[in-house]
């Protein structure tokens, strides 16, 4: 029979050899590591709600039992088209993310050059911090602060507009509310535009700028030629990253408007919460959510397709 010392020191090796093998696992998938609670983070907050979300749009109602739910194939899908103003908030959705990209991408750059080219360093941080300032201001803020500026009995902007002009101010939210939100939103996220923009500019070299000035070229053709070529990769990242977000607003919206009045400015956002909350539909809900994650996700793959990631990682 063998004595305890003589069994410690035979598994000894054993333990040894096991902990070499799992320090050894260790540091082979060290990234996989790393990588995995992110993962089982985004499975558990994106793909298991899109899963469910699409088992709601094929059945009449949630039950507590799933399975015992009745199953109603694409009666969901043809509501929303037929009595869930799909089309109408698809058309509203895409005008205020068409017009607000345009015209944030557009002031951003705007911006960013006025802002690049101050001398002073003490006025470029006075500006930065100007600039940046609205878009710290939360949605429901702003909403609620946009309804009180835009009022026509107690709101400053109409009586500006009278005091300063010898026209009379429009009532933003009944007559022009989809412009309103417009142009709301563009004052809350150039900002985030700016920032991209600036950080872009900053990091053409100058060596290219001061050699086209040799050259004669007069600024217009700088930009043209050579800055805006140059900072391609960056405003490529910065339109899509604003479009898939302008494709997500609710909460400024219907701060302001709640879709209205009537479903002038009904995004497919609000589309989809009046239909889960107010029609107490969840399954046609859902069936628009699907939808609009379709419809977002190809206009994504259809932009990075033509315009391509190519220098964005260089």
Request: hydrophobic share 55%; no cysteine; proline share 6%.
């Amino acid at each position: 029979m063998s004595t305890p010392e003589q069994t410690q020191k035979k598994t000894e090796p054993t333990r040894e050899a096991s902990n070499g093998r799992l320090s050894q696992l260790w540091n082979d998938y060290l990234p996989y590591w790393f990588v995995a609670p992110m993962v089982v983070v985004m499975v558990l907050i994106t793909f298991f709600p899109g899963a469910y979300d699409l088992y709601l749009s094929v059945i009449a109602e949630p039950t507590v039992n799933i399975f015992e739910a009745e199953f109603v194939g694409l009666s969901n899908y043809r509501t929303a088209f037929s009595r869930g103003g799909v089309i109408h908030s698809f058309g509203i959705t895409i005008t205020v993310v068409a017009s607000a990209l345009l015209l944030e991408s557009l002031l951003g750059f705007f911006l960013a050059a006025l802002v690049s080219g101050v001398d002073s360093s003490r006025m470029k941080s006075f500006y930065r911090v100007l600039f940046i300032v609205p878009m710290a201001v939360a949605p429901v803020s702003l909403a609620t602060i946009g309804r009180i500026m835009l009022n026509n009995e107690i709101g400053v902007i109409p009586y500006l507009i009278e005091a300063a002009t010898p026209f009379s101010a429009p009532v933003f939210l009944s007559e022009i509310p989809l412009l309103t939100v417009i142009l709301l939103d563009t004052w809350n996220w150039t900002p985030f535009m700016f920032i991209i923009f600036y950080a872009g500019l900053s990091s053409v070299p100058k060596t290219l700028i001061e050699a086209s000035k040799v050259d004669g070229a007069p600024l217009w053709r700088r930009y043209i030629h050579i800055i805006i070529p140059y900072m391609k990769p960056v405003v490529f990242v910065a339109v899509l990253i604003r479009m898939i977000d302008l494709f997500r607003t609710f909460g400024v919206v219907y701060g302001l408007t709640q879709g209205g009045p009537g479903t002038a400015t009904q995004l497919v956002s609000i589309n989809i919460y009046e239909q889960m909350f107010i029609n107490n539909a969840p399954g046609v809900a859902a069936a628009i959510a699907i939808i609009y994650l379709v419809f977002v996700v190809a206009i994504a793959n259809i932009v990075i397709a033509k315009v391509g990631f190519e220098g964005v990682w260089d």
